[in-house]
Nanobody, 114 residues
Framework: QVQLFESGGALVQAGGSLTLSCTASGSIFTANTVAWHRQGSGKQRELVASITSWGDRFYTDAVKGRFAIERNNANNTVFLQMNRVKPEDTAVYYC????????WGQGTEVTVSS
C-alpha cells in the first residue's frame, strides 16, 4: 500500500504562517492529483486545496488568497503554504492521493490560537 507522510503541523498564532508537507514514493504520486483535506473537532472532513499532476490548483473559498498548494515532483512532495492563518483553520490536515485506489495520510494537527 502507498504510504503518505504529513508533517509541519504546529501551534501558531492567528495571522502567522506555516507550511505543511506531504511526501510519498513512486511515480503514482507524481502522476495523480494530490489534495489537502482538513477536519476540525466535531466537523466533517472538507477539501482545502488540490493540485493536479500538471499543476492546476483548486482552493476552497475559505482559504483562497491565504493558502497556496505546490508540488515538487523531484522530491515527491506536496506543500500547503498557510498564510494569515485564522482560528477557524484549526484542524487535523490530511493528505490525499487521488489515484485508483486513493490513499490517505495519517494527518498532522494545526492549532491556531487567537
Amino acid at each position: 500500500q502507498v504510504q503518505l507522510f504529513e508533517s509541519g503541523g504546529a501551534l501558531v498564532q492567528a495571522g502567522g504562517s506555516l507550511t505543511l508537507s506531504c511526501t510519498a514514493s513512486g511515480s503514482i504520486f507524481t502522476a495523480n492529483t494530490v489534495a489537502w483535506h482538513r477536519q476540525g473537532s466535531g466537523k466533517q472532513r472538507e477539501l482545502v486545496a488540490s493540485i493536479t499532476s500538471w499543476g492546476d490548483r483548486f482552493y476552497t473559498d475559505a482559504v483562497k488568497g491565504r493558502f497556496a498548494i505546490e508540488r515538487n515532483n523531484a522530491n515527491n512532495t506536496v506543500f500547503l503554504q498557510m498564510n494569515r492563518v485564522k482560528p477557524e483553520d484549526t484542524a487535523v490536515y490530511y493528505c490525499y492521493l487521488a489515484s485508483t485506489p486513493g490513499f490517505w495520510g495519517q494527518g498532522t494537527e494545526v492549532t491556531v490560537s487567537s
